[in-house]
């Protein structure tokens, strides 16, 4: 009778030990299956995911970005295609372009405009490349000068060899007569102020 009783018994027990371990691991792969849906999940929705936008100054209708060099960013301003033009003719971009840090003082084509008639497109003619280095080198002050660095009565000297005069008027700053419109344009490799007259070196 004992014989009878207890075989049953050890395999009842043993059915359900067997039972329990499957479910376990049933249940284990089926919360492992889920981590890794949600995981893959995650990283999909990481991935596509926008980045953020580089902070930046818009100029002639395109932002400029420190990212880009200061070539790279007036290339893509519309209202400084006239500079640009005088930039390459000169056989500045590559300069332009290199490690810096530049200043750079950028008339724009309005204030190109406002030089005698032909004088820009006499500039561009290859035999006065000479006098076109010398009016843009002008613009250019080796080193990083954020506006609020700028003082009243301060010199600073061009890459061009000459000195130009701050001036703080009515809380603008004014560069040899020409006013600064937009400032701190940074760029990978210095800052750019628009201006709105071109300056020429004093003789």
């Given amino acids: 009778m004992k014989k009878t009783f207890v075989l049953p018994l050890v395999f ?3 059915f359900s030990s067997c039972g329990s371990n499957e479910a376990g691991t049933n249940n284990g792969s089926d919360a492992n299956g889920t981590q890794t849906a949600t995981a893959t999940t995650d990283s999909n929705t990481a ?10 100054v818009s100029v002639g209708g395109a932002m400029m970005v420190p990212s880009k060099n200061i070539v790279e960013n007036a290339a893509n301003s ?4 006239t500079l640009v033009a ?7 971009a590559e300069t332009l372009s290199g490690q810096g840090p530049f200043t750079v003082f950028a008339p724009t084509n309005e204030a190109f405009g406002k030089l005698p008639a032909g004088t820009v497109d006499n500039l561009l003619k290859p035999e006065n ?4 280095t010398s009016i843009l080198t002008y613009h250019v002050v080796p080193g990083s000068f954020r506006a609020a660095e700028l003082k009243d009565g ?3 000297k ?3 060899g000459k000195e130009l005069t701050v001036t703080i008027k009515d809380g603008s700053v004014m560069i040899d007569g020409a006013k600064v419109t937009i400032p701190d ?3 990978s490799n210095g800052v750019t102020h628009v201006i709105d007259a071109v300056v020429t070196p004093k003789k």
């Fill in 158 to 160: 061009t890459a061009e």
């Fill in 12 to 14: 009842a027990v043993l």
């Fill in 78 to 81: 519309a209202d400084h295609t």
């Fill in 129 to 132: 490349k000479g006098q076109l």
């Fill in 47 to 56: 991935a596509s995911a926008p980045a953020p936008a580089e902070q930046g």
């Fill in 86 to 92: 005088a930039v390459k003719a000169a056989g500045l």
């Fill in 185 to 187: 344009v940074i760029s």
């Fill in 154 to 156: 301060q010199k600073l």
